[in-house]
Structure formats: structure tokens, C-alpha cells
């Protein structure tokens, strides 16, 4: 095992020409005087056609930091304080706000939790799936209907040309996310951001809905930025991991070696508390106490309070990314070799 | 206290909702069969799990136990005593015996009312405490059991946070000792590292007060920590029911054995012959003839379509409502083994 500390950017030298890079990345919320800041120093990149999983808990920021990507932090109250965003070598936070929205649905697309309330309730399926098809391209109505139930197919919608003219609140929350994802990949985006695709979904059809994203991500070429607190999820779709704890990236590598030698005392807690269907204890690890408040933490590791392996280091110093193994790092003085 | 006795028995339960037919664009169309003839007990200090997806109604039938709503049909018995014979007077006594854990714990606790007071209320409807010294002294008690502060005890539920808030539940529905709690999906709205948390407080909470419980959950994952015995419902009815080992080892009912399938492990390494059901959860206002999962089934065949199996046992205490009810019938490709996680993560655990 390598000690040598190393910054966010030194992590990242085997993803050649990453199609996202992010870099450095604060957000704040709340009055300029006395800021709360939800995310400090994120920084990972994916590879054009990768896919990174984002776990974390309630509040650890992994939301927020992909609302920034997509230059959508509601400000005010937010704002990004520092970092860069960088999609195939254009820092985003650079660009003017004007050109963001070209952008958005061509190159990068995104599906939300809730497929209810990301729908048009009073537009037909097809209209809003050609809507998507309208911003970014030339195309005539007719093309565009091809398009669409070209689109309807590949989500797996039976009868694609009949349901073209339905409303969504004729489908099941299932097949809303189905449409979902037929207007995200409606223009072919390089990255698609999927924030808890599956969390308000029955587990069958979670299990269906992966399934569909696995297919469109290997038929299409497209990255995948997965955000989920399912580490199952994440083990699913994710050929690369990041893990978040109060807004901080704790732990990033490739998702065998997270899920397998897991280096920082966070992640081997939240894999130790996930019930598993192969394993019979009758209790649960448990992480003691609950994530610090935004603000709450002044020094140190955010993790020290609840740390099963904690030295008097760790309360005094943030520690930055160790590289523990080739492609896996962690902010842990513990696991990095100090002693107290 | 024995094991092996009953607490509470339901037989041939069923709930029908009619559609109300009060509208005048709106055609009756005979009612919503959310529960149909279900049939099991639970016995003291046990754990039965109940587990389907959306819309099955297990909610209903959650409810349905604690007559909470009444049913159309069929009984519940709890110690001997039917409860839908009960008088309103005689049924308020029983509820002191039987209490509820909700899901949301956002929206079960009253806005408006300090900690003190929800978690007080129940002994006050039974007037199990008397005077606010002795109120007090009881919460706090409560409070401390359930891992929580006594100094909470002024607070409004807006202070605290998703895990805490399932923890003043708890101590609302053990307050006043009840032999018999249903649980309705308690951790599915929170965090992984919190869910362990509270699943763990239950059971110490069980091992100490030895009540039942019927736990809801809408997937397997959790249930494999707590229950002892497993009902796996498909709308409305019972579909499996067995000790928990057969249910996980030996699924009997396809639906089981793809609702164990679908939930992703946390293992990139895991078996990856994962059982894709086509379509959705039919609607119960209509459902499908002979056995209602036939129109997702795998291994459906034409008497499926026709004929309803009954819910059959097939080893002692081992019950499956299919006609080709036999362990794993599904047949899936073999899949290489998961790799075990490495010795070197158990090792370093505390």
C-alpha cells in the first residue's frame, strides 16, 4: 500500500481525457456572512461512456454537488464558492448562464427521483419527449414522431405508437421512468445524471429499471453519474465509486475495490448496516450517533465523532485523499498509516 | 411464556373498499378486493414480516389487525377474544394492547405537540399515569429506552431528525405495553446507516418486553434481521408463508423467489441471474382470473389462467399458493459464485 498523500487531480491520471471532471467543487447556502457550507472539495471525473456512483446519506451533499453540475443550484440561497466543473475540457461554471440551458438535454441529461413531478401532467408523452427532440435539433414532426417511438421502444413501452398520445398520469411510476428516460437520451447526451432513479420505485420494478439503464448505456454510449444511498444500487451500475459523508468525497475508487477492501471507516460501516439477503445475523452494524449538521464540524474529520477507529490526529486535521491502492483513495489518517 | 402460543389469530379476512358510486360520471364497478381470505397467526414475542409491493394491500391488512378498519368478512382474534365482536367500550380497552409504528415518521407526529406530549398521550387515554410529575417521569423512562435524551422531552418533532422521529414513535406505541405491535414499513424511509440503527432497537425492545409483532416491509432485504416467519403477499392474498430460512433458502412461489431476485446486493461480484418480471402490480379493482400472478409468471401455465391454487403446504409450516409450488421454481442459469469480501475488511471491524 502506497502512502503518499495526493490531491483530488493525481487520483484521476488513468482516466484519459475524462468527458466530466470536477474539480475542487464548494457550495454554500445560506446568508454571505455566515455561510453553511454543504459541499467543500468535491472532486472526481468519469470517462466517456464510465459510470460513477455518488453514495451517501441524507445530506451529504451528493445532490447538491450534481445540481451544480447541471448549473442548477437555486441561488440565492445558493451558490458555488470554488471549483471547477469541467465537461469535455469547458469549464461549465465559466460559461455564461445563457448557454447552459444548450447544453442541458443535449450533452447532459438528467432523471430525477420522483417521475411524477417531473412530467408535464397536461402534455402527452410523445409531446413532451418531442419537446426534448425540438430545443436541441432541426427536425420536422414527422421525424420527430419516428424519433419518439424509436425512443418509446428502446425504454421497452409495449406498443410504443398508441401511447405516444397518453398523459402520464395514465402510466404507473414505473413506466413514467421509463419516459423519463426516453426524453433524457432523446438528444444522445455524453453523461446522464440520475439522481435516485429507482428509490421511489417497488423492487421489481427497480429491478426492471436498472436493467433498461445497464441497455441504454451500452447501446448508447452514455456516461452515467448514478446518485444513490442503495449501495446495491451503486454496486448494480457503477464501474467507479465515490462515497460522501457531510459533503466531503471520503473515499473514491473502482467499485471492486470499495465494496471489497473499502478504506475508510465510513464505507466499511455503511456496508457492514446494509441488510443482506445472503447473511443471517440477527443484528445490524450499527454507526453510532447520526451525520454531523452543515456547520457543525469546525476541524477535523467530519467522521471522528462516530469513528470506530479514531486517534487524536483525526480531530485535529482534515485528512486529504490517500492513495491506499492503484485507482483508491481514501481521507483517512488511520487508514492511510498514521498512529496515534 | 411459551413460544408456541397464539396471540392473535385472523381467519378468511377480506376487505372489499367500494368506489362509493356517489359520482354521477363514475360507474359502480362492485369495489376494490384489497384483502382476500387471509389466514394466519402470530405467536407471542414472534416476528412476523408481511412483504409485497404497492398496492397489495398490505397496509390494509396491517390495519385491518388492529380494526383500525373493519373488515368484510372474517375474523381476528387476540387471546381467545374475537375483536369484531367487541363493544366500542370493550374494543377501546383492547387497543391498549395493540399499537401501531407508521412509516412516515414526518408525517405521524403531531406538528404541534411537544415530545412530552405524544409520547404521553396514550398513557393519559388510559389513564395509566396520574399528575405531570409522574407523566414526566414516565416519558423520560420511555425516552431513555428508546436511546433518546429525556432532555428531548420539550422539544417539537421539526427538531429532530427522520431517525429520531421513528424513535418517539416507538416510544408512543410501547408506552402503554402493548403485547402486539404492527410496524408498517418503519425503515423504509430512512438512511441505510439509521434503518440498522432502528431495526436493532426494536429487537432489543422485543427481547426485553416480549411482544409480537407484525412487520411490513415492500422488500426482503430488512425482513432477513427480524422476522421469524415471512408472509409474502400478492394482491390481497397470502402467496407464501413459511420460517424464515425457507422462505430464503427455499423459495416456493415464483413471485417470492423474483422478489428475492430483484433487490441489488451491495456486491459487484454478486450473482447476476437476476429474474426480470415483466410489467407491473396488475390493478387489484382488477384482478387477473385463476392465480392473479399469472400475468407476470415466469412459469405460467394454462391452468394458471384458469384455476386458483390454494395456499397449500408443502412441509410442515411451509405454505405456497402455486401449482408448481416447489422450492425455486423458477429455473435460472447457474451463476459463478460471489466472491466473499475480503478478510481484511472483517478483521479491522470493531
Not at chain 2, 423474483?258 to 429474474?275: F, G, N, W
Amino acid at each position: 500500500m502506497t502512502l503518499s498523500a495526493s490531491n483530488a487531480a493525481a487520483v484521476e491520471r488513468d482516466a484519459a481525457a475524462p468527458l466530466l471532471k470536477v474539480e475542487n467543487l464548494a457550495v454554500e447556502f445560506g446568508p454571505v456572512e455566515k455561510p453553511l457550507r454543504v459541499v467543500d472539495g468535491v472532486g472526481f471525473s468519469i470517462p466517456a461512456g464510465g459510470a460513477l456512483g455518488i453514495v451517501g446519506e441524507s445530506g451529504s451533499g451528493k445532490s447538491i454537488t450534481s445540481l451544480a453540475i447541471m448549473g442548477l443550484i437555486p441561488s440565492p440561497p445558493g451558490r458555488i464558492v470554488s471549483g471547477r466543473v469541467e465537461f469535455e475540457g469547458v469549464d461549465l461554471l465559466g460559461l455564461p448562464r445563457s448557454r447552459m440551458p444548450d447544453i442541458r438535454g443535449r450533452d447532459i441529461a438528467m432523471i430525477f427521483q420522483e417521475p411524477m413531478s417531473s412530467l408535464n401532467p397536461v402534455m402527452t408523452i410523445g409531446d413532451q419527449i418531442g419537446e426534448a427532440i425540438k430545443l436541441h435539433e432541426e427536425t420536422t414532426r414527422e421525424e420527430r414522431r419516428a424519433r419518439v417511438i424509436e425512443l418509446l421502444k428502446l425504454v421497452g413501452m409495449p406498443d410504443p405508437a398508441k401511447r405516444i398520445g397518453a398523459f402520464p398520469h395514465q402510466f404507473s411510476g414505473g413506466m413514467r421512468q421509463r419516459v423519463m428516460i426516453a426524453m433524457a437520451v432523446a438528444c444522445n447526451p455524453r453523461l446522464l445524471i440520475a439522481d435516485e432513479p429507482t428509490t421511489a420505485l417497488d423492487v421489481t420494478i427497480q429491478a426492471q429499471v436498472l436493467e433498461l439503464m445497464k441497455e441504454v448505456r451500452r447501446r448508447l454510449n452514455t456516461a452515467v453519474l448514478l446518485i444513490s444511498h442503495d449501495l446495491g444500487v451503486v454496486a448494480d451500475i457503477a464501474d467507479r465509486v465515490v462515497v460522501m459523508y457531510a459533503g466531503r468525497v471520503v473515499e473514491d475508487g473502482d467499485v471492486r475495490a470499495i465494496f471489497k477492501r473499502p478504506g475508510h471507516p465510513y464505507t466499511r460501516g455503511l456496508l457492514q448496516s446494509v441488510p443482506r439477503l445472503d447473511d443471517d445475523r440477527r443484528r445490524l452494524y450499527q454507526i453510532p450517533g447520526a451525520v454531523p449538521l452543515p456547520g457543525t464540524v469546525k476541524a477535523g474529520c467530519p467522521f471522528y465523532a462516530r469513528c470506530p477507529d479514531r486517534i487524536d490526529k483525526c480531530a485535529k486535521a482534515m485528512p486529504p485523499m490517500f492513495t491506499l491502492a492503484p485507482g483508491q483513495s481514501a481521507a483517512c489518517w488511520v487508514s492511510a498509516g498514521a498512529t496515534s | 411464556m411459551s413460544a408456541s402460543e397464539d396471540l392473535i389469530t385472523i381467519a378468511g379476512l377480506g376487505k372489499t373498499f367500494s368506489d362509493g358510486g356517489g359520482l354521477t360520471f363514475t360507474r359502480p364497478t362492485g369495489g376494490v378486493r384489497a384483502v382476500d381470505g387471509v389466514s394466519f397467526s402470530v405467536k407471542r414475542g414472534e416476528t412476523l414480516a408481511l412483504v409485497s409491493e404497492s398496492g397489495c394491500g398490505k397496509s390494509t391488512l396491517g390495519r385491518l389487525l388492529l380494526r383500525l378498519i373493519e373488515p368484510t368478512d372474517g375474523s381476528v382474534t387476540i387471546e381467545g377474544r374475537d375483536l369484531t365482536a367487541l363493544t366500542p367500550k370493550e374494543m377501546r380497552a383492547m387497543r391498549a394492547r395493540m399499537q401501531m409504528i407508521f412509516q412516515d415518521p414526518y408525517g405521524s407526529l403531531s406538528p404541534r405537540r411537544t415530545v412530552a406530549e405524544i409520547v404521553a398521550e396514550p398513557l393519559e387515554v388510559f389513564g395509566l399515569v396520574k399528575g405531570s410529575r409522574n407523566k414526566r417521569e414516565r416519558v423520560a423512562e420511555l425516552l431513555e429506552q428508546v436511546g433518546l435524551s429525556p432532555t428531548f422531552m420539550d422539544r417539537y418533532p421539526r427538531q429532530f431528525s427522520g431517525g429520531q422521529r421513528q424513535r418517539i414513535g416507538i416510544a408512543r406505541a410501547i408506552s402503554v405495553n402493548p403485547q402486539f405491535i404492527v410496524a408498517d414499513e418503519p425503515v423504509s424511509a430512512l438512511d441505510v446507516s439509521v434503518q440498522a440503527q432502528i431495526v436493532n432497537l426494536m429487537q432489543d425492545l422485543q427481547e426485553q418486553r416480549h411482544f409480537s409483532y407484525l412487520f411490513i416491509a415492500h422488500d426482503l432485504s430488512v425482513v432477513r434481521h427480524i422476522a421469524d416467519r415471512v408472509a409474502v403477499m400478492y394482491l390481497g392474498r397470502i402467496v407464501e408463508l413459511g420460517p424464515k430460512a425457507r422462505i430464503y433458502g427455499q423459495p416456493s412461489h415464483p413471485y417470492t423467489q423474483a422478489l428475492l431476485s430483484a433487490v441489488p446486493e451491495p456486491d459487484p461480484d454478486a450473482p447476476k441471474a437476476r429474474i426480470i418480471l415483466s410489467g407491473d402490480v396488475p390493478s387489484p379493482a382488477n384482478v387477473p382470473s385463476g392465480c392473479s400472478f399469472h400475468t407476470r409468471c415466469p412459469i405460467a401455465e394454462d391452468i394458471c389462467r384458469t384455476t386458483r391454487p390454494p395456499l397449500a403446504e408443502t412441509v410442515p409450516g411451509h405454505f405456497a399458493a402455486c401449482h408448481f409450488a416447489k422450492p425455486n421454481p423458477i429455473p435460472v442459469k447457474p451463476a459463478a459464485s460471489a466472491l466473499q469480501i475480503e478478510t481484511t475488511v472483517e478483521s479491522s471491524l470493531p
